[in-house]
């Protein structure tokens, strides 16, 4: 059974760094899609993703802001996150695919519970 597990939320002042991990279990599978999103599972959004041809997409609200990375050898993956503003607070979902990163997002395979993330001014 597949379970991506997310962690490294908190609350931070605006302009402090966080690092997300998201540990992946039971994933048998070698090409596939993964990333964070906003407001998953029901209205996905992309924060940052990685694509079976190891292709990353930054939503442009984090872009020099944030990072994407993975261990494959883990099964990790993370989001280096600084110079955190207010507005990117909510709860950050890691998301996975079998295959390319779909177009509808909303039609990813597998979702995480969350991590919370809370940025105060």
């Known amino acids: 059974q597949v379970r991506l597990v997310e962690s490294g939320g908190g609350s931070v002042e605006a302009g402090g760094s966080l690092r997300l991990s998201c540990e992946a279990f039971?994933?048998?599978?070698?090409?596939?899609?993964i990333g964070w999103f906003r407001h998953a599972p029901d209205e996905p959004e992309r924060v940052a993703s990685i694509?079976?041809?190891?292709?990353?997409v930054y939503a442009d609200s984090v872009k020099g802001r944030f990072t994407i990375s993975r261990d494959k050898a883990k099964h990790t993956l993370y989001l280096q996150m600084d110079n955190l503003k207010p507005e990117d607070s909510g709860m950050f979902y890691c998301?996975?695919?079998?295959?390319?990163?779909?177009?509808?997002?909303?039609?990813?395979?597998?979702w995480g519970r969350g991590t919370q993330v809370t940025v105060s001014s």
């Open positions: 694509d079976t041809d190891d292709e990353i």
């Open positions: 998301g996975s695919h079998r295959g390319n990163c779909p177009l509808r997002l909303k039609t990813m395979d597998y």
């Open positions: 039971g994933y048998p599978y070698i090409s596939y899609c």
